[in-house]
C-alpha cells in the first residue's frame, strides 16, 4: 500500500487522489498510519464482504436455547 502524509495531501491532492484510484493508501499523521482513502466503488465492494459477526451489549444479547443452560452441568432442580 502507497502512503501519503497528511502534508502530502493539502499540497499535491491530485497526486494523492490519482494513486488511490489504481488502490487504497494510506494517509500518515507523525509517521503513522491514520487514514486509508480508496474508491467509493472499493468501499462499497469492501462493505458488501464485509464479516457478518456483530458485537452486541449486554441488553442487546439475541437469547439462544444454549445461553440459558449451565455449562457445568444440569440446572439444580431444588430436589432432593
Known amino acids: 500500500?502507497?502512503?501519503f502524509?497528511?502534508?502530502?495531501?493539502?499540497?499535491?491532492?491530485?497526486?494523492v487522489t490519482m494513486a488511490?484510484?489504481?488502490?487504497?493508501v494510506a494517509?500518515?499523521?507523525h509517521r503513522k498510519a491514520r487514514?486509508?482513502?480508496?474508491?467509493?466503488?472499493d468501499f462499497e465492494a469492501m462493505k458488501q464482504k464485509s464479516d457478518p459477526r456483530r458485537a452486541y451489549g449486554a441488553n442487546?444479547?439475541?437469547r439462544t436455547?444454549?445461553?440459558?443452560?449451565?455449562?457445568?452441568g444440569p440446572a439444580d432442580t431444588g430436589g432432593k
Do not use: C
Not at 35 to 41: E, F, H, I, K, R
Open 35 to 41: 487514514y486509508v482513502l480508496m474508491t467509493y466503488d
Open 20 to 24: 488511490a484510484d489504481r488502490q487504497p
Open 60 to 62: 442487546e444479547a439475541p
Open 1 to 3: 500500500m502507497q502512503k
Open 5 to 15: 502524509s497528511t502534508v502530502d495531501l493539502l499540497r499535491d491532492i491530485k497526486t
Open 65 to 72: 436455547g444454549s445461553a440459558n443452560r449451565s455449562r457445568t
Open 27 to 29: 494517509i500518515t499523521q
